[in-house]
């Protein structure tokens, strides 16, 4: 609704607002944040059209319905609020707030330095309670470079769908781009797993979120290969990681901010790992980097991320400067 300068510069301030503010417990705590509300719809269509006593066909057809009429609704959703603000004073700076409500730059950085401070407090029972909050793995079964690794692996994942996905979206396709974006991954969060309920219902969603995910995935990868350098890491060699490595990760798209992490901070990552309904035997990321992985390559982890969303920021600054 507004001009393309308009737009980056509302996403600059969304992020630098995300980036300082993030997501004030006092104000979630009364009211429902928009992604528990997408949540809710998603898991309303659960309950009406993945029915036990259906054939797998028409779970996957009506999961196809689901996925469609959540992302109609995001996108309308954001349409008419963009169109409603265009008629508003400083309309750009309160389209800024809200996709700043969408992001996860503070949010993910407070996360994964819990982990760390947990080490310091409570040892490695803590750090596994932590940890639990921000993977899907099984703690019991992660000693202290397990926890580590874990914690630094999220971070790369989540930089992606958590930062730069919804930035890449809200650029390109304004707010109806970035609510329709995380209707999508909270949807494949919640049913796009492969157990029995939801292996063919909640198939749309996953195909979709890779789809989605694909451009994202590989410039987020560039951005911390590029501020590599902030932990000690080498451009070229996290480049030449990437583009050899991440190919090897079981998702299409998580290898590529995942194998830029380990280059940069010289790790291997990923490999095999425990879920709790799951055990799954994955080759290294940068196999040949150190596996002992400590709470200070999560700190360093922390830094390489800051890096890059400062990193993200500018580019999106120097395009509105130039749009």
């Not at 809710?40 to 469609?68: F, M, P």
């Not at 930062?163 to 970035?178: S, Y």
């Not at 590529?256 to 879920?275: D, K």
Request: net charge negative; with cysteine.
């Amino acid at each position: 609704m507004f001009g393309a300068d308009d737009s980056l510069r509302t996403l600059v301030l969304a992020l630098l607002l995300d980036a300082l503010i993030g997501d004030p417990d006092w104000v979630w705590r009364r009211v429902p944040h928009p992604v528990v509300v997408l949540g809710w719809v998603v898991d309303r269509l659960d309950r009406l059209l993945n029915r036990e006593n259906w054939s797998k066909a028409q779970r996957r057809v009506t999961g196809v319905i689901a996925i469609a009429l959540v992302v109609v609704a995001a996108g309308a959703l954001g349409w008419l609020i963009e169109w409603l603000l265009h008629f508003t004073a400083f309309g750009w700076l309160l389209e800024g707030l809200l996709a700043s409500v969408f992001l996860a730059q503070r949010s993910l950085y407070q996360h994964v330095a819990r982990v760390q401070a947990a080490f310091a407090t409570g040892g490695l029972s803590a750090a596994r309670v932590a940890v639990s909050a921000i993977v899907g793995r099984d703690p019991d079964a992660l000693d202290q470079a397990g926890v580590c690794r874990a914690a630094i692996e999220t971070t790369a994942e989540n930089f992606s769908d958590g930062v730069v996905a919804p930035a890449f979206w809200f650029a390109l396709l304004g707010l109806p781009g970035l609510i329709a974006y995380k209707a999508i991954n909270t949807a494949d969060s919640m049913i796009g797993h492969l157990d029995e309920r939801f292996r063919a219902f909640g198939w749309a969603a996953a195909r979709l979120d890779d789809l989605v995910n694909l451009a994202p995935a590989r410039l987020a990868g560039l951005l911390l290969a590029i501020a590599s350098s902030v932990a000690s890491g080498s451009i070229a060699h996290s480049l030449r990681v990437v583009w050899t490595d991440a190919r090897n990760h079981r998702s299409p798209n998580a290898g590529w901010p995942e194998s830029a992490m380990a280059a940069a901070l010289g790790l291997a990552l990923v490999g095999p790992r425990v879920y709790a309904d799951e055990i799954v035997d994955g080759p290294f990321l940068n196999a040949a980097g150190r596996r002992d992985a400590s709470p200070d390559d999560i700190g360093r982890a922390l830094i390489l991320f800051v890096a890059a969303c400062g990193l993200e920021v500018a580019i999106y600054a120097a395009l509105a400067l130039v749009a």
